[in-house]
């Protein structure tokens, strides 16, 4: 018998992410190189509470994979433990005692870059203090802002929920002829990825979402005004998809900063953007507005999962095994896109200090519109991602039908 | 050629109102008793503006229909218009010689209680002016509150979509060993159907939604705080299901009255209920709280349309010109429950002044819990009207894979 594995979650939940945790368990059991397979509960946190669990002992049957596959969220339980220098020491030697007492040969940890920092602080750890013990990243985020991979596991369900929502977001809104702008709030601090996906339901009555707003791009509230006081003239019903961290030319975030409240991360708490955008809309337009904050459905929304993004989840789990048993440590596996149509991709090994603690944004020239919409390579980069399934037949694809309403017979 | 017919959709979006639509049209296109097929565009308010549109023309393939059934919200726009004294001459007036000009011998409105109200004072006016219009009324809303109908199309697509998301954000929670009270603002501003079928949810991890507060039960603060703090003890995370209209026991609404800001129908604009109970909260518990407003896609999510809701909302739509043409007028067309397993149900005609201006709320004897659960009664009304397919063999129905987090190996 071999080592054992210890594998665990961090960061945010997704819809993907433990289709990761079943590709990684399943290659694992596959091969005699590894003996015990250990679950942390709540990431590292769970390891320094020694909360271990055996996931031999819990999943033992093809069902429990399949299900598995098909919950969303964290299975094991999250943190977002922050590894600083003023605790680093005392952390590292906790896990490093929990790891020889377990007699782990193998660390996988899945997260954005917050955990890649980890798997790359922790690996150096180890190989500082005489340890074998590989380490190997497993991407995931909603957010889509890892460096060195094409896209991350979990993001194209959360694409696929909001290009599907906002379509059903804007017919609600035409069922109406009441003047009104619709300003739906989409996850992402410093990167518009999940936002641009909202262009995706540009399939529906008009060119809704009329407006893009990413935070990539400085926000203008006058040219946001004029803009939408433009499409109102042709529309009633302006819808405008934004993202929670727009900010304005002077790097001031839109939504007020409250001051005193941070995160565990030092990120500062703030109110909603759309709660300033709606008080923009009402003082300057002087119309009804609808403010729709799409929550944390937006990353946890199995029920609207894409097929590719539980399979690449799946498949960089399993690829994180084979990394460790090759003997590779501090990287990530990371998917590289060979091609849009067809869609091909193949995972490579990148360092984990490459991915850590850096996010990568949408390239200034997807953005168009002065600021306010995304370019039609934005739109072949996303469209392969979100794909119900490999055929793209589920019965949603049929496009709605929009009647003409203007064609009076009297 | 017969008289020609003419229909129209009010009141709040549904994911199934346009499968009425469906079956109405595609019932008159069968019968050559009727002439041409007038869709009102923005209900009654666009037919005193005289906007009516050919739905002959624009419903040409079978294509259409498919994509019209699957299609959310109005598709010929909704108005809010409430016929009062002091208007019912001068609307009705207009009405009556715009169905002159047309040779309109049939009239359909597709909505709510206040719809039905239309139905009804319009078929009466009609009489009273010896004009032989037959009027008959289609039942729609999420709310489920018609009066002489075990349920209304509508509701079982919008209880699925409050279902399926409340298992998801009970997973979101479950992430994370927090402690955290979600709040999750469902639609119903007297009526607790909607909020009730998060129970359907409960297949999930614990026992979760722990809460569920329907408009028809008192709500004791106290009591509230009480049980979250006892369902604390066993579970960092307590999920709370709010119906937006809950009231204390002296009849004010739980969220915050803002003087004078009323809607055409005189309901009262208030602050979200999900604020108040999160301040409460964060007074009285000091923890963590996050709120989720289910919005208008509880009512627009065509991607969670249930199978039985929509080929009863089509069904409804096929009857009601079944009525009209055997000469029936200000009816509604009702389902009856026949038994729940098999799921059997049958269609009649009701008077529509028994559903105007009436609310149908749950039971008391549904509610348990002292005001805080609902019933195995509820849960067993509830059930066949979510199901995805008649079969119910659609992926999501594979239960989440919940791992025991207890079973530490160290």
Chains 1, 2 share one sequence.
């Not at 992402?188 to 990413?214: D, E, Q």
């Not at 900063?257 to 709606?278: C, T």
Request: aromatic share 6%.
């Amino acid at each position: 018998m071999g080592k054992n594995m210890l594998i665990g979650q961090s960061g945010g939940p997704t819809a993907a992410i433990n289709a990761s945790l079943a590709g990684a368990v399943r290659e694992a059991m596959g091969n005699s190189a590894i003996g015990e397979i250990y679950g942390m509960v709540y990431g590292l946190e769970g390891v320094m509470n020694r909360q271990i669990i055996d996931l031999r002992a819990q999943l033992t049957t093809q069902e429990h994979f399949r299900r598995l596959i098909g919950t969303p969220c964290m299975a094991l339980g999250s943190c977002r433990l922050k590894i600083k220098d003023n605790n680093r020491e005392e952390v590292f030697n906790g896990i490093m005692k929990i790891l020889r007492d377990l007699d782990v040969g193998y660390f996988f940890y899945n997260g954005g870059n917050d955990s890649m920092d980890t798997v790359n602080q922790l690996s150096e750890y180890l190989i500082e203090h005489g340890e074998d013990i590989k380490c190997v990243g497993i991407p995931k985020t909603i957010d889509n802002d890892l460096m060195c991979t094409d896209h991350t596991p979990g993001f194209g369900s959360a694409a696929r929920y909001v290009s599907t929502t906002m379509k059903e977001i804007i017919c609600d809104a035409y069922s109406y002829n009441i003047p009104t702008v619709v300003i739906v709030e989409i996850m992402g601090r410093n990167a518009g990825w999940l936002t641009a996906s909202s262009v995706l339901a540009r399939s529906g009555p008009g060119t809704a979402p009329h407006l893009i707003y990413l935070p990539e791009a400085p926000f203008d509230p006058d040219d946001f005004i004029n803009k939408a006081l433009r499409h109102q003239k042709s529309n009633p019903n302006v819808i405008v998809a934004v993202s929670e961290g727009i900010k304005y030319a002077d790097g001031e975030y839109v939504a007020a900063a409250k001051p005193g409240m941070v995160d565990a991360f030092g990120h500062q708490y703030r109110d909603s953007v759309g709660i300033q955008l709606e008080n923009l809309v009402r003082e300057r337009m002087g119309c009804k507005t609808r403010r729709i904050e799409l929550s944390v459905l937006q990353r946890s929304a199995s029920h609207l999962s894409a097929a590719i993004d539980l399979r690449e989840a799946y498949n960089v789990g399993s690829i994180a095994v084979k990394y460790a048993l090759e003997g590779k440590t501090a990287v990530m596996v990371a998917i590289k896109r060979i091609s849009d149509s067809p869609y091909l991709v193949k995972y490579e090994p990148v360092p984990a200090k490459d991915v850590a603690n850096h996010e990568r944004t949408v390239p200034a020239k997807w953005i168009t519109g002065g600021g306010s919409n995304v370019s039609q390579q934005m739109i072949d980069y996303l469209t392969p991602l979100v794909q119900p399934d490999l055929t793209g037949t589920n019965h949603e694809e049929l496009p709605f039908l929009i009647l003409d309403r203007t064609a009076s017979v009297l």
